[in-house]
């Protein structure tokens, strides 16, 4: 069965950094993206990878302050944030599909790791 198992969140002060890591088991991916859902909001896009490809794609609002980095041999993809701001607070979920494209919506994506909570102290 395929999992993706997350880590690395936690509480972390404005201006900090936090990497959060999404590893795959049991197969390997060819795209991969994080999302993230604070509360009462919908999930949004922040992050994505086509492994194919090559180039990452990052939400307007975390461009310049998030990558992620990508280890091929492990199957398993990061979430690197650096500068975090209170308005990061969400729990984050790593996704994956076949296929080379990578798409922002929730739809496109059939596998789902379980969320991993960041909190941005002000």
């Known amino acids: 069965q395929v999992q993706l198992v997350e880590s690395g969140g936690g509480l972390v002060q404005a201006g900090g950094s936090l990497r959060l890591s999404c590893a795959a088991s049991?197969?390997?991916?060819?795209?991969y993206a994080w999302f993230r859902q604070a509360p009462e909001k919908e999930r949004e896009f922040v992050a994505g990878i086509s492994k194919i490809i090559g180039n990452p794609d990052y939400a307007e609002s975390v461009k310049g302050r998030f990558t992620i980095p990508i280890d091929n041999a492990k199957n398993t993809v990061f979430l690197q944030m650096n500068s975090l701001k209170p308005e990061d607070t969400a729990v984050y979920y790593c996704?994956?599909?076949?296929?080379?494209?990578?798409?922002?919506?929730?739809?496109?994506?059939?596998?789902w790791g379980q969320g991993t909570q960041v909190t941005v102290s002000s």
């Open positions: 996704a994956a599909k076949d296929g080379i494209l990578l798409f922002r919506t929730v739809d496109k994506y059939d596998n």
């Open positions: 049991g197969r390997a991916f060819s795209t």
